[in-house]
């Protein structure tokens, strides 16, 4: 690494194992800012070995480097290396927050599931580095002894890798999540856990006390840098899950306790925000500076490294921060529990309403309404309220704990509310909201598609310089305006902002609701205990391709985003939603169309070009996410990339294998795999695509007709037998089953049937061979290679003229297909009995194709074996045997024997073939006196021996073999 670091003011490495090559730098401040390592603590899952002792002389060593300054992240860690090394630090730089990312949410309501966040590596690690010392073992453990006592709570993990130690505990699982989530995660979290043996100083139990959660923390030195028992966290001891356990049921079951840690978290949390970390490095640096401008840095030596190798450094990936967006707080009730809590119980209630009239799918809210009610004395209300809860999330725990608790008791008003707003008998209202920038050519369209379904409408315009703006208006849209920021997410949280409706419907300005499907749209709006759907969506023009399955209709409930600059997403904030409320995200029936993939309107906007830019943007920003690794991957296949596509591709199968099964939504798994194994079989990569059906990417009785397709069109490649006739009665059984997302068109024609039935014949099963033929026939008529196919087995089975009748049938469907033209003739001169039906066949197929070269010869051939040599002549290539011919290639050994033999039974002049050419024209002769033999053409047979004479002037080797063969037979022969 070294080598490639440029002259530098200063540089910084954060690891032993980097260390010792700032020793080949040049700068004039070199530092190590140290976050501890298990070989300065007493890490007792290291293995003594001699590879492990060369490690912890490393790291030691790393303390003791001429000329770098040694910080620290803890007085924890310059502790212990003071006792190893004898060094003390040349500063101090402490763990501190960025609250902008961690800070508290709306939590769940009193008796919700408790929400319980692990964060950590979800490994065991290797015996040079094993990560037990993360305590994650620990955790699942506590869990396990937890959920036998109190089961009611939801295990969140947080890993930078897929889960190992976790894989068979039912949870959450994030890996990698992006800034944004994780304010979502640690912000709605109820009870963090950290369980580390040792550390320098954790952050995440910092982050979880910033974040509001209640912490459960081992009483690490580390940790009680800031961790104080009973004040901001309960502490426990090391490698004790069943401590763990206990305190976190504690927690659980005492909620004055946890609110307790809660405020005393974030009053620690408030003394370590992030500015203190940057003013504190800020002012270092500058220090370290002014002192290495009076010493002059040292010339950079090559210097070996102590291990005598360079170690191999894993890249973590890392995403761009990035910044809540305000709708994520809209409908919040935090302001209002606050005032609650001041026991302004007029302020409370108006702030309660307030949120709800912002996102009037608010069973929190309700919930809140009625305890303030209650508080208030108007007991009456508090139960309509909570009625209102119940009747929104009828699952929800906490709404029926709340009607159930107000009891029947008259009113004693304390204080006068206004009425919330109930809208009882009222029919939901829909919110539609677009974005557009120069939508002139669609919008209209679009509007009116959900006139009488929209009770609001609310356009973000992006820039348009067209009707956009004045169309929209005419529809009675609500236009608000923002400033383009190449980020497709930030324009939907926009016009999110403005949405009052107690559904919204994200539409494109190029798509339409399909008018036959609002009558089901409407039906859908009164389902309860739904909180989202995803609709269908076919392209226009693609409509054999059949739908995508994509969320967009969904309650107007608080915490609800959209994530990613481009193929944006709401749908893990609806999953926050759904699972907290014990609610459905289901499969609507209400179609959407969209013209915008039609060819020529990609080619004007030129998408591909755009998407590939923001992807690559989205990507940095949001490292392992499937959908979006998926999409670079296609939009680069479709730049003709194919490469460097198929990679991403690969980069989303591995992210998605490393993710719990359901936590991908089914139709995102579903499409990548079409997609994926798609591009391989362009590719010919047969062998990749079986792999990828062996993997647990998809469950067998999950795949869809266009996965086993593409299976069985691997194994027929691979000659798998067998399996591809499994593969393919599948694909037929599931072919007219409604897909989630687009289907491979292929698998509605005739080529699974052909596959299946070229396998079967492979197999010599002929009977189920001939079925399916005929059903591949039934599927496509027109389908040229399967009638061919078909045509030709019937016959190689004896079947003449049913083989015949099968090709006919093509010819009538279509009369310009030259391989069905020439797969009958060559039937038909292949006996006796249907040469004369040769004879009017190639002649209608000259009608057809008259400049068809493979039928052209065809019908000499037959004129030749009739004798009619004349006639042929002018069919065969112009070019005399043994020249080239106009293609400035050699004619083929039977194009030249056919047109010598023509001139032969015509008399006409003989050209002599070169030497190296004359056996293989002869060999070819001797081939087609034979068939005249066998097909006891007795007048061809008996010409050719007439002319052996002339014959043996230019193909001796042929008249030789004929003349033994007259002298053997008899003068009969002759």
């Given at each position: 690494m070294a080598p490639h670091v440029p002259p530098s003011d200063v540089v910084i490495s954060t690891y032993f194992m980097n260390t010792h090559e700032l020793l080949a730098v040049k700068a004039a401040v070199k530092v190590y800012y140290a976050q501890g390592d298990q070989y300065v603590f007493a890490d007792t899952t290291l293995p003594d070995s001699e590879e492990n002792r060369r490690w912890r002389e490393l790291s030691r060593t790393s303390y003791l480097l001429p000329d770098v300054r040694f910080v620290p992240n803890s007085h924890n860690l310059a502790r212990a290396v003071e006792k190893i090394t004898g060094r003390k630090p040349d500063g101090l730089l402490p763990v501190c927050t960025d609250q902008t990312i961690f800070r508290p949410l709306q939590r769940s309501l009193p008796g919700s599931r408790v929400r319980i966040l692990i964060v950590s590596p979800d490994m065991r690690g290797s015996s040079t580095e094993p990560l037990l010392f993360k305590g994650i073992q620990d955790i699942h453990d506590a869990l396990n002894l937890l959920a036998k006592r109190h089961p009611n709570f939801t295990a969140v993990r947080i890993s930078g890798s897929p889960p190992e130690i976790f894989q068979r505990f039912p949870c959450e699982f994030y890996i990698a999540p992006s800034d944004e989530m994780k304010t979502v995660l640690f912000g709605t979290a109820d009870i963090l856990i950290y369980a580390s043996h040792y550390d320098s100083c954790p952050r995440p139990p910092q982050e979880g006390m910033a974040s509001g959660c209640a912490v459960v923390c081992t009483a690490t030195p580390g940790a009680m840098e800031y961790c104080r028992d009973g004040e901001n966290c309960l502490l426990v001891p090391i490698q004790s899950p069943q401590a763990i356990a206990d305190a976190t049921l504690r927690l659980i079951q005492d909620r004055a306790l946890r609110e307790q840690l809660v405020r005393g978290g974030l009053a620690t949390a408030r003394e370590y925000p992030r500015e203190l970390e940057w003013n504190e490095l800020e002012t270092m640096l500058q220090r370290f500076v002014e002192e290495a401008k009076k010493a002059p840095a040292p010339e950079p030596a090559n210097q070996a490294h102590p291990l005598g190798q360079q170690p191999q450094q894993a890249k973590a990936a890392a995403g761009k921060p990035i910044t809540l967006p305000e709708v994520a707080f809209q409908g919040d009730l935090l302001e209002a529990q606050n005032a609650l809590r001041d026991k302004d119980l007029a302020r409370a209630w108006r702030l309660g309403c307030e949120a709800i009239v912002q996102r009037p799918f608010h069973p929190e809210g309700w919930v809140f309404l009625s305890g303030v009610a209650a508080s208030a004395g108007h007991r009456s209300m508090a139960r309509r309220c909570a009625q209102r809860a119940v009747a929104q999330t009828p699952n929800w725990k906490p709404a029926k704990r709340a009607l159930s608790g107000i009891g029947d008791r008259p009113d004693k008003p304390t204080v006068d509310l206004a009425e919330p707003p109930f809208r009882d008998g009222e029919p939901p209202r829909l919110t539609v909201c677009l974005i557009a920038r120069n939508e002139e050519r669609f919008l209209d369209g679009c509007l009116k598609s959900v006139r009488g379904l929209a009770d609001q409408i609310v356009l973000v315009d992006t820039g348009s310089t067209d009707r956009t703006v004045?169309?929209?208006?005419?529809?009675?849209?609500?236009?608000?305006?923002?400033?383009?920021?190449?980020?497709?997410?930030?324009?939907?949280?926009?016009?999110?902002?403005?949405?009052?409706?107690?559904?919204?419907?994200?539409?494109?300005?190029?798509?339409?609701?399909?008018?036959?499907?609002?009558?089901?749209?409407?039906?859908?709006?009164?389902?309860?205990?739904?909180?989202?759907?995803?609709?269908?969506?076919?392209?226009?023009?693609?409509?054999?391709?059949?739908?995508?399955?994509?969320?967009?209709?969904?309650?107007?409930?608080?915490?609800?985003?959209?994530?990613?600059?481009?193929?944006?997403?709401?749908?893990?904030?609806?999953?926050?939603?759904?699972?907290?409320?014990?609610?459905?995200?289901?499969?609507?029936?209400?179609?959407?169309?969209?013209?915008?993939?039609?060819?020529?309107?990609?080619?004007?906007?030129?998408?591909?070009?755009?998407?590939?830019?923001?992807?690559?943007?989205?990507?940095?920003?949001?490292?392992?996410?499937?959908?979006?690794?998926?999409?670079?991957?296609?939009?680069?296949?479709?730049?003709?990339?194919?490469?460097?596509?198929?990679?991403?591709?690969?980069?989303?199968?591995?992210?998605?294998?490393?993710?719990?099964?359901?936590?991908?939504?089914?139709?995102?798994?579903?499409?990548?795999?079409?997609?994926?194994?798609?591009?391989?079989?362009?590719?010919?990569?047969?062998?990749?695509?079986?792999?990828?059906?062996?993997?647990?990417?998809?469950?067998?009785?999950?795949?869809?007709?266009?996965?086993?397709?593409?299976?069985?069109?691997?194994?027929?490649?691979?000659?798998?037998?067998?399996?591809?006739?499994?593969?393919?009665?599948?694909?037929?059984?599931?072919?007219?089953?409604?897909?989630?997302?687009?289907?491979?068109?292929?698998?509605?024609?005739?080529?699974?049937?052909?596959?299946?039935?070229?396998?079967?014949?492979?197999?010599?099963?002929?009977?189920?061979?001939?079925?399916?033929?005929?059903?591949?026939?039934?599927?496509?008529?027109?389908?040229?290679?399967?009638?061919?196919?078909?045509?030709?087995?019937?016959?190689?089975?004896?079947?003449?003229?049913?083989?015949?009748?099968?090709?006919?049938?093509?010819?009538?469907?279509?009369?310009?297909?030259?391989?069905?033209?020439?797969?009958?003739?060559?039937?038909?001169?292949?006996?006796?009995?249907?040469?004369?039906?040769?004879?009017?066949?190639?002649?209608?197929?000259?009608?057809?194709?008259?400049?068809?070269?493979?039928?052209?010869?065809?019908?000499?051939?037959?004129?030749?074996?009739?004798?009619?040599?004349?006639?042929?002549?002018?069919?065969?290539?112009?070019?005399?045997?043994?020249?080239?011919?106009?293609?400035?290639?050699?004619?083929?050994?039977?194009?030249?024997?056919?047109?010598?033999?023509?001139?032969?039974?015509?008399?006409?002049?003989?050209?002599?073939?070169?030497?190296d050419r004359e056996r293989a024209l002869s060999q070819d002769l001797i081939r087609r006196y034979r068939q005249a033999v066998e097909l006891g053409l007795d007048d061809w047979v008996r010409g050719l021996h007439e002319r052996i004479d002339a014959l043996e002037t230019v193909l001796p080797t042929a008249a030789r073999l004929i003349r033994q063969v007259v002298a053997e037979s008899g003068p009969d022969q002759a």
């Open positions: 004045d169309i929209a208006r005419s529809h009675g849209a609500e236009v608000h305006f923002r400033a383009w920021d190449d980020d497709f997410s930030a324009a939907r949280n926009a016009a999110l902002l403005h949405a009052r409706g107690d559904w919204v419907l994200i539409l494109d300005a190029d798509e339409e609701v399909s008018p036959a499907h609002h009558q089901a749209l409407r039906a859908m709006l009164e389902r309860p205990n739904v909180i989202a759907y995803r609709l269908p969506l076919v392209d226009v023009g693609r409509e054999g391709e059949g739908v995508s399955q994509v969320p967009r209709l969904f309650r107007n409930a608080p915490r609800q985003f959209y994530v990613s600059r481009v193929h944006e997403q709401v749908y893990a904030s609806l999953e926050i939603n759904r699972e907290a409320w014990s609610m459905e995200n289901r499969f609507g029936d209400a179609q959407l169309i969209h013209h915008g993939y039609q060819a020529e309107v990609v080619k004007s906007r030129n998408k591909v070009v755009r998407n590939l830019r923001l992807l690559e943007l989205a990507n940095e920003e949001h490292p392992n996410d499937v959908n979006l690794l998926m999409n670079l991957g296609l939009e680069l296949w479709r730049s003709g990339q194919n490469g460097i596509g198929l990679g991403y591709y690969q980069r989303a199968y591995v992210a998605m294998l490393g993710h719990p099964f359901n936590q991908t939504p089914p139709e995102l798994r579903e499409v990548l795999l079409t997609q994926y194994t798609s591009h391989l079989m362009t590719l010919k990569r047969f062998d990749d695509v079986i792999a990828l059906f062996n993997e647990r990417a998809i469950r067998t009785e999950q795949r869809t007709a266009s996965h086993w397709f593409m299976l069985g069109l691997a194994q027929s490649a691979l000659h798998q037998w067998e399996a591809c006739v499994e593969s393919m009665r599948q694909c037929l059984a599931l072919r007219h089953q409604t897909a989630l997302t687009p289907i491979h068109s292929d698998i509605r024609k005739a080529i699974p049937s052909h596959c299946l039935a070229h396998a079967l014949r492979k197999l010599g099963r002929k009977q189920e061979a001939a079925d399916a033929y005929a059903q591949a026939l039934q599927d496509e008529p027109g389908c040229e290679s399967a009638r061919v196919e078909f045509g030709t087995f019937i016959a190689e089975e004896g079947q003449v003229v049913p083989a015949l009748t099968v090709l006919h049938q093509g010819i009538q469907h279509d009369p310009r297909q030259g391989r069905v033209w020439e797969a009958g003739g060559a039937i038909a001169l292949r006996q006796r009995d249907t040469l004369e039906f040769a004879l009017d066949w190639t002649a209608e197929a000259l009608k057809n194709l008259p400049d068809h070269p493979a039928l052209r010869r065809q019908r000499a051939e037959t004129l030749l074996l009739h004798g009619m040599a004349r006639e042929a002549l002018p069919l065969w290539d112009e070019a005399p045997a043994g020249s080239s011919g106009p293609s400035g290639q050699a004619q083929d050994p039977a194009t030249a024997c056919g047109l010598l033999l023509c001139r032969l039974f015509a008399g006409e002049p003989l050209p002599g073939p070169s030497t």
